[in-house]
């Protein structure tokens, strides 16, 4: 058994900033791709950004220069710091993990809600 805990999601005003932090524990023999998504009401989940074992990074066109993601590999967490957030960041954010015990499987966490409003 896996379970992703999130933590970090809030109400912020436009321009702030929060981090996200989503950790593994259970049955973990090793975790490849770390990665966050998010889904706003009536659209579809979409890749925010995403991480590899070996800390490569890729991220969504609508982030890129105000998210950063990274993972701490030891803890099997990993984080988004949102900077410089907009209203049309709001939305559910979800962290997602591939991991391997004796087989992979993708595993997701809870969600958190992040809120950009004034």
């Known amino acids: 058994q896996v379970q992703l805990v999130e933590s970090g999601g809030g109400l912020v005003q436009p321009g702030g900033s929060l981090r996200l932090s989503c950790a593994a524990s259970?049955?973990?023999?090793?975790?490849?791709?770390m990665g966050w998504y998010r889904q706003a009401p009536g659209k579809q989940r979409e890749l925010v950004a995403a991480?590899?074992?070996?800390?490569?990074?890729n991220y969504a066109d609508s982030v890129k220069g105000r998210f950063s993601i990274s993972r701490d590999s030891a803890k099997n967490t990993v984080y988004l710091q949102m900077n410089s957030l907009k209203p049309e960041d709001t939305a559910v954010y979800y962290c997602?993990?591939?991991?391997?015990?004796?087989?992979?499987?993708?595993?997701w966490g809870q969600g958190t809600q992040v809120t950009v409003s004034s």
């Open positions: 259970g049955s973990i023999f090793r975790i490849n791709a």
């Open positions: 997602k993990m591939s991991i391997i015990y004796g087989t992979r499987y993708d595993y």
């Open positions: 991480i590899t074992r070996d800390g490569s990074t």
